[in-house]
């Protein structure tokens, strides 16, 4: 079982960078598929990017394929979400999600480890 921890949001504007990282405060991403989901005001969850074990294959929304990348350091026990080119839709809080699954999945039912989330707004 882990508890994953969001970190890295802020406030940025529009053409800006910002780097989110994800680290469990109990146990380890070993053998768990992670990904990244986001939530807007008055909006459902939405899939942002995960990241499979087994084959540390990724996959993208395709409102973010361009533009964001998710990256495992195994050595940290940390997943980062690297994010470019942010727009004023990408302001959402955003979540990190575990499941001891090899492959991930872009449906939030499908994992039971949830962080907190971290605010990202992205100005105009």
């Known amino acids: 079982q882990v508890q994953p921890v969001e970190s890295g949001g802020g406030l940025v504007q529009a053409g800006d960078s910002l780097k989110l990282s994800c680290a469990p405060s109990?146990?380890?991403?070993?053998?768990?598929?992670v990904a990244w989901f986001r939530q807007a005001p008055g909006a459902e969850r939405e899939f942002v990017a995960g990241?499979?074990?087994?084959?540390?294959?990724?996959g993208y929304a395709t409102s973010v394929r361009a533009r964001f990348t998710i990256s495992r350091d195994t050595t940290l026990n940390t997943v980062y979400l690297q994010m470019n080119s942010l727009e004023p839709e990408d302001t959402a809080v955003y979540y990190c999600?575990?499941?001891?699954?090899?492959?991930?999945?872009?449906?939030?039912?499908?994992?039971?480890?949830w962080g907190q989330g971290t605010q990202v707004t992205v100005s105009s």
């Open positions: 999600a575990a499941e001891p699954h090899s492959g991930y999945s872009d449906a939030a039912k499908d994992y039971r480890y």
């Open positions: 109990e146990g380890t991403f070993s053998s768990y598929a």
């Open positions: 990241s499979s074990w087994r084959d540390v294959s990724t």
